[in-house]
């Protein structure tokens, strides 16, 4: 029997199957004429059949192998609900069959099958559970440790470390980092034995703490960034670079993109913002050079965090530059150039390794994205404005010596200068900074909360306890290894936001420094190295992701093939640095 008879509602879904194109693992098949509605009235031919794709694995099936043909048709992404209908009241036909483009959620599946195959993806109902289960149970075996040290007097103990384990393993667990830092807190609260009225003066207390002054920086850094932005001073620095550089090559063109990453990577503070804004602006140009998304990805990871660790006013610089006690050129002579150097240039030669590897089998779409309209005018003299009030601001810092907290006058100035020669209204540019310190509020809690712990860990006695434990070992090691230690502790034994790094490996092994002769540039060296590596590997990350969804990668192999030869040279760069600064 022919199961054309079984088709209901087909017109409608003939009419509205246009769907997405076909891609690898499809083939196109055409809806057949001539069908008929249950009441025997021919289909509307309203327009040319549309060429609809066949997931690979449903190709030769047929009703007997449980996957109806349907006429040789299988909807398009926007044709589920069409096909619900024509399935009517047995599902368990449909069991087998998958949508292969759709990563998951209810659309991309019809039925449940027990298990999936080769390709296929899987959907959000069948991912585990596991997780928040096991952070509740840290958590509550993390509350139940506490109590025990405060009721058996374990202070000055390495019990007292438990509120840094705590939070680490919640970070692993996909918690989410502040809440991560609450725990800990009322983890150390317990131990410590801090009544609320104590910790309520300690959190107070904590407002004014450097931490906390630098998260204040950071949401500054957003505003300015948004500012610079919105009066399109961003996108002309770009057409700058590129203009200057030229596109008349490939590798000209790659030299741009990275050079255009490093400076808004700089001068934003964050690696998604300074990429999104070359996106709209540069992708349409790879697209004409049949650059790949992978290599693109790879241009954009490299290119930010190189900016990223080199601005003067970035979260990981500002933290660095506090914490070792160093000035900006310090800082840069002895950590931040040699760092980006070698993230700049090996991530450049690893874009062509990729390009070579992935062209001819993946490359953009016609509709890339279209860079956004600001009047050429007032962009230019908001740029002007911008790299102008930098340049001097920067300069008298330098000059007099600024410390860390000179961030705070350089932010806001800045941001009126720009707002100012790009004609935004003092208004609008207080909004524009409000937008830009929103998505980066998290970072202000974060710190906000971990400097109270930070302290109660040091009441509890527990960093004296591990200074008693391994002073014998480090004494024994030497200046050169105890800086390698520091740097694989950090960059694969603590989790979570890199400032916070940061701040903990200086409570850890900051008492150790003068004891062994490290000076103050090796430190900062290792402290860079040591929060900042993990970008790169040896997991993937949300900053590495998060690069090749802009740049509209999906080739996560290549990613991780840049992230660690990235991550191979920096290795080997601090190796060789700490003897030089040692």
């Not at 960093?463 to 050169?480: E, F, I, K, S």
């Not at 509209?552 to 660690?564: A, E, I």
Request: aromatic residues 6%.
């Amino acid at each position: 029997m022919d199961p054309r008879h079984r088709l209901r509602g087909a017109g409608r879904f003939a009419a509205g199957a246009g769907g997405r194109g076909a891609d690898q693992h499809r083939r196109a098949v055409r809806v057949r004429p001539g069908l008929r509605r249950d009441r025997g009235a021919a289909l509307p031919q309203a327009r040319p059949a549309p060429q609809l794709p066949l997931p690979g694995h449903a190709g030769g099936a047929g009703p007997r192998r449980a996957v109806l043909r349907l006429a040789d048709v299988v909807p398009g992404r926007r044709d589920l609900a069409a096909l619900r209908r024509l399935a009517g009241g047995r599902p368990a036909r449909l069991r087998p069959l998958q949508l292969p483009e759709h990563a998951a959620g209810d659309a991309g599946r019809l039925g449940r099958p027990e298990r999936a195959g080769r390709g296929e993806a899987v959907t959000t109902a069948a991912v585990s559970t596991w997780k928040p289960r096991a952070a509740a149970g840290v958590f509550g075996a993390s509350i139940a440790t506490g109590a025990a040290v405060l009721a058996t007097g374990g202070a000055g103990t390495l019990w007292g470390l438990t509120p840094i384990v705590v939070y680490a393993i919640l970070v692993l667990l996909d918690v989410d980092v502040v809440l991560a830092t609450l725990a800990a807190l009322v983890v150390a609260a317990l131990e410590t034995g801090t009544a609320p009225l104590e910790l309520g003066t300690l959190m107070g207390e904590s407002l004014g703490s450097f931490i906390a002054v630098v998260g204040m920086i950071i949401l500054l850094g957003g505003g300015l960034g948004r500012v610079v932005t919105e009066t399109g001073a961003a996108a002309t620095m770009v057409r700058m670079v590129l203009h200057g550089i030229g596109i008349s090559t490939r590798l000209r063109f790659r030299i741009g993109v990275m050079l255009s990453a490093t400076l808004l990577g700089a001068a934003l503070g964050t690696l998604s913002g300074a990429s999104a804004l070359l996106v709209p602006i540069v992708l349409p140009i790879a697209a004409a050079m049949r650059l790949t998304p992978p290599s693109m990805a790879a241009m954009f990871h490299a290119g930010t965090a190189a900016g990223l660790v080199t601005g003067p006013f970035t979260p990981p610089v500002v933290t660095i530059m506090g914490t070792a006690q160093i000035g900006y050129g310090e800082y840069l002579l002895n950590a931040g150039i040699p760092m980006a150097a070698t993230v700049w240039l090996t991530g450049l030669g690893m874009s062509h390794w990729i390009q070579r590897r992935t062209e001819g089998t993946d490359s953009y779409p016609d509709d890339v994205a279209e860079e956004a309209e600001h009047d050429p005018a007032t962009a230019r003299r908001a740029t002007i404005g911008f790299l102008g009030s930098m340049v001097v601001l920067v300069a008298l810092g330098i000059a007099f010596q600024a410390s860390y907290t000179y961030v705070l006058v350089v932010m806001p100035v800045s941001a009126a200068v720009t707002a100012l020669c790009g004609r935004m209204s003092p208004t609008a540019a207080l909004h524009a900074m409000y937008r830009g310190a929103q998505p980066l509020l998290w970072l202000f809690l974060l710190f906000w909360l971990l400097n109270p712990m930070l302290e109660l860990l040091e009441r509890s006695g527990a960093y004296d306890a591990m200074q008693r434990l391994v002073a014998p070992t480090l004494g024994d090691v030497g200046p050169w290894l105890f800086c390698m230690i520091v740097l694989v502790v950090g960059w694969l034994g603590v989790s979570g936001a890199a400032v916070a790094q940061v701040v903990l490996l200086q409570k850890l092994f900051g008492p150790a420094l003068a004891g062994l002769g490290i000076p103050p540039g090796a430190w900062a060296a290792v402290l860079l190295g040591s929060s900042q590596i993990d970008w790169f590997g040896p997991f993937p990350g949300p900053d590495m992701i998060g690069q090749m969804g802009l740049a509209r990668s999906r080739n996560l192999r290549m990613m991780m093939y840049n992230g660690w030869a990235i991550m191979v040279a920096n290795l080997a760069l601090f190796a060789v640095l700490f003897l030089v600064l040692i």
